[in-house]
């Protein structure tokens, strides 16, 4: 069963999930650019995040923004209605983000995220 959202109604979703970040750690994604696209082009992914970690940067200067993608179809096709597609897209910016900070899959999935 696929939830209908549409893709502006999903990119509020995102902005919304967004807008729940801590100020203490919205202060470190100064240099993060999250979009939201239909699907990854070859991996069934809810979300991906590309860049360098926080806890891997040293000399970070000159490098494009990291990249969040949250990834539309994928996750209204799992979800059983707009609260939950809300609920996914909220989980799957917050492991994308999670990356961003250094945390591994493995720890995300402990934490609830994924």
């Known amino acids: 069963m696929s939830v209908s959202m549409s893709e502006a109604e999903f990119e509020n979703a995102v ?47 000159g490098h494009l923004p990291d990249v969040i ?8 096709d799992i979800a059983r209605d707009e609260d939950d597609a809300r609920r996914e897209i909220a989980v799957t910016v917050a492991h994308e983000i999670g990356h961003h900070f250094g945390i591994d899959d493995d720890r995300l999935h402990e934490l609830g995220f994924g």
């Open 69 to 76: 993608t949250i990834y539309r179809l994928p996750i209204l």
């Open 15 to 61: 902005g919304d999930a967004l807008d729940t970040l801590p100020d203490e750690l919205a202060a470190y994604m100064n240099n993060v650019v999250v979009l939201v696209e239909d699907e990854h082009p070859t991996e069934d992914l809810l979300g991906l995040y590309e860049g360098v970690a926080l806890t891997e940067r040293f000399e970070y200067s």
